[in-house]
């Protein structure tokens, strides 16, 4: 059923896709589809194939963050403004780091790339006005997860990239290698860059090195699961290495309610029968999506969890959710 589903897609919503499902921890179903790109430069697609993981990064950075925490580097309730001086003003002396997880600090949500060609990307997320007060509602924020991204960089004296090398396998990783580059699913053709292969989707990252907090990693299906499974796993007794108990329990707690989608610390947690992740998993479940085709989801109550990566915006920046739906349906049926 769902090796029917993701060839009936393929050649229409995504020229490539690698799914992975986990159940209890062991691989269940694993593979690729289709090849990098709809032209005389394609390239066929493997499971170990990278793929733009678009806002999946911010999971990595999110648990980057909870491992400062864990470390007694950063606090979640403790105001940011004490590092970040820009926040020594207004609204922003209140903005907290499980405000920043939980998409609660008022940020607003991004930027037009075109409105801010010439600017410092850090700088204006940093800067900018807030929507609403801190702790008031839900908006979710590029500008929060960019501004985490420095913090992190600020506490620790390294890289985005270093921390990432650092907490994660090598596999993940930004700014993929010249030689690499061929080898990745193409993304979206837009009059500004032509058609995007290898290099970060997202405007905003891209104006940022292709470095930033909010999107920029690369990475296979395997290492969206094993960070998964680091907070799967632990509910049931399958340690996560990276962080103790008690924050990967948090992370995955409502931290914000919201009608369309509530909030843990990093994760989406499932709120209707109308999110990505279909009517079948529990109500407990948490997860991502990324704008390029990328998802996850996991189930604690039925200890499953799926990876589907695609290139979905190679063929237009269509709404995929039915197709996710269907894809997080077939495989709660089947596991």
């Not at 600020?154 to 993929?176: D, H, I, M, Y």
């Not at 109550?301 to 920046?317: I, K, S």
């Amino acid at each position: 059923m769902i090796h029917k589903l993701l060839q009936a897609y393929l050649g229409k919503e995504y020229t490539a896709a690698v799914a992975r499902i986990e159940h209890r921890g062991r691989v269940v179903f694993e593979r690729a589809y289709g090849l990098t790109r709809d032209d005389a430069l394609a390239r066929p697609v493997y499971v170990d194939t990278l793929f733009d993981l678009a806002s999946l990064t911010k999971l990595f950075v999110a648990t980057l963050a909870l491992r400062l925490v864990a470390d007694g580097k950063l606090k979640l309730d403790e105001p940011l403004s004490v590092i970040l001086p820009e926040w020594r003003r207004d609204g922003h002396r209140a903005i907290t780091l499980r405000m920043l997880l939980a998409h609660t600090s008022g940020m607003n949500s991004g930027a037009d790339y075109r409105a801010i060609l010439d600017e410092n990307v850090e700088t204006f997320a940093l800067n900018s006005s807030l929507l609403a007060a801190p702790g008031e509602r839900v908006i979710y924020s590029d500008l929060g997860f960019i501004a985490l991204g420095a913090i992190a960089q600020r506490v620790t004296g390294a890289s985005l990239a270093a921390l990432a090398a650092q907490c994660f396998l090598p596999s993940v990783r930004f700014r993929p290698r010249a030689a690499v580059r061929p080898t990745i699913p193409a993304t979206e053709h837009d009059g500004w860059r032509g058609r995007v292969q290898g290099f970060v989707h997202d405007e905003k990252a891209y104006l940022m090195g292709g470095m930033a907090g909010h999107a920029g990693l690369f990475g296979t299906a395997a290492d969206v699961a094993r960070l998964t499974e680091c907070y799967l796993g632990t509910f049931h007794g399958r340690a996560c290495a990276p962080l103790p108990e008690s924050l990967v329990r948090e992370a995955v707690t409502e931290q914000a309610d919201d009608p369309v989608l509530r909030r843990g610390l990093g994760w989406a947690l499932k709120t209707s029968d109308e999110n990505s992740c279909g009517r079948f998993m529990n109500r407990s479940s948490f997860g991502h999506t990324g704008f390029v085709g990328t998802c996850v989801w996991a189930d604690p109550v039925r200890d499953v969890q799926g990876v589907l990566l695609t290139n979905a915006v190679y063929f237009g920046r269509g709404d995929i959710r039915d197709f996710r739906a269907e894809f997080y349906e077939a495989m709660m049926s089947e596991c």
